[in-house]
């Protein structure tokens, strides 16, 4: 964690000697040693943040990082591609200008990323079914070739590609909405993610880091909308009065 | 549209082989070719996206694109006029520092640009006055700056330079506002380009098209917006019962 | 003023002599000259929003002609500073790849800016209580830890650093706000902007002013907001009828 900064620390504080303690005593020594997260999900979290806001300055920093804690090639890659349909073909291929430096430097090559094609996942046919007849109802009317594409490329591709776990998934395209302030596509998805294994505990979590990349009025504003999904869920186990 | 990608294809093949096929099997060889939008219309929509979310990354081919397939150059200066008042002023001057290396490279000179203060098209009196109206209802006692400058930068000088006509200008606003998810000026605008000519299938083709280039979020958020203006207005001849 | 272009008048020229005309007549004639706002105030409006939205292109021009408008090396600091937390750690970290480069032309270094852990203004007590109370209610359940660093880092901490006046922090705060388009977040602050001492014509003006920088469409998003919260505000003395 030495280098979170995109340029030598001492360049920071000759602009912004606050900047840089907050960076090192609050960022480096605190938030990613919380609990909840591991820093293998907060790599996650805050290179979907980076790339869905199309921030270019922390890019080489955090892929580094993430590939030191625990992050296959192959995941950044399916991380990208994801993000191309969640947050726009642009943000993605600015991702790949940066990753591909990165990628050279470590010897990573073809063998190490995801075919184009591979084998899909199983798909959950019943889940599907209500999540295409719900958009079906609410867009069919409005663009056909929108929802035809959701259909095709998103749920019944994408999402079933096996590079990047269903969970790891669902943890990118949660961030990317949070830190893009998109609030009426947060509960289907953060519904999905907590489906697909993400906890309350960590989706709590999620908002404080959010806040620190983001800025803390995105963080905020996803607040009650977080809330609506937690009220509206089934309480975990954990949580049941005995 | 063999030079889709922003650098060449194997380099973005080198850190995703997805979405190198996606790029050329889905944008270039479906999206693109798809009916109910021109490809001079995707270049508008497209351009007027990376423009209003400032990402320089895809503009250099985009640019190159929208000359090719039969936009003026001065139609691409009125669009990066036109998107500094309704995406900023450092978007435009963003898009300008790209374009004048493509028009350098092209001998495109100040003889093939609008003026700076050309005879503006004649204005609808009547239509500007119920505008003007409901704007000074809402706004007048809140920012009476900014709605003087609204009307006389924008709807009684803007809206009426030449160089772009009007339902392309539409275009250009209506793509803006979607890609930047600001959906309460959307109503207004999309009310507007259909009274400019855009038809119910380009407003849906818009949808998808801007799925790809500004993220799915932004585009399912505008959905249910798009509905309530198709809803509220009379339907069109070739929708009414015989 | 003269220098309002990131780049000689002449290449803006090059793409659009509209652009250079509107920018030189209206913006650097026009705008900047208007009462209400002091040029001073002007360049923390422009600097914030063009940091909030991360738009590097123009900064070098502002951040110059806010040092010639008379803001100090350490208040620039500040805004940098404070925008880490209310837009995100790259917005801030962005801002300082540029502003370092002004600092060493002009001789500033680490004796003109602001401690990293200064002593801090008096807390407003009774006020922080409420502002906690309400915060801990609607978001406490939610993320305990977003909780606590609001209270511990910002409310306790930032706005207490005294390198930047509290009602510039508010300025600073309100422009970024509007500049993203985050609604939900504008009535907390705007109100402490004007409990700081930001009066309702300075609001109105700042609106005219945010158009030009951050798009019509985010100024004319926000006026139902500025309308809520004014009318939820005691007249001030001067509109009170006698």
Redesign the interface.
Known sequence: MKEL???PGQ?????????????LD??AGNLWK?PDLSPRDRSIVTLS??IA???T??MPHYFNLALDSGLKPAEL??I??HL???????????A??I??GI??RRDI??DQ?????PDLLPLDQAAEERRATAVQE??G??????VQ??RE??FTNLWL?PGLAPRDRSLVTVS??IA???A??IPFHLNKAMDNGLTRAQV??L??HI???????????A??V??GV?ENRPKPPSEKPK
Chains 1, 2, 3 share one sequence.
């Open positions: 900064l995109p340029f360049e920071v504080r000759g602009v912004s000697p606050a900047l840089e303690k907050y960076t609050l960022i919380r943040v980076l806001r199309n921030q300055i922390e890659s399916e990208i591609t191309a349909f969640y947050a726009g073909w642009s943000n993605a291929l600015s790949v200008a990753l591909k990628f050279a090559g073809l990323l995801p075919q184009a094609c609410s867009a009317p409005i663009s056909p070739g929108l594409f959701t490329l998103l590609r990317a909405l893009n302030g998109q009426a596509q709590s979590e908002l404080t806040a620190f990349y983001a800025g803390w009025p995105n963080a905020f504003s607040v009650p977080v809330k937690f």
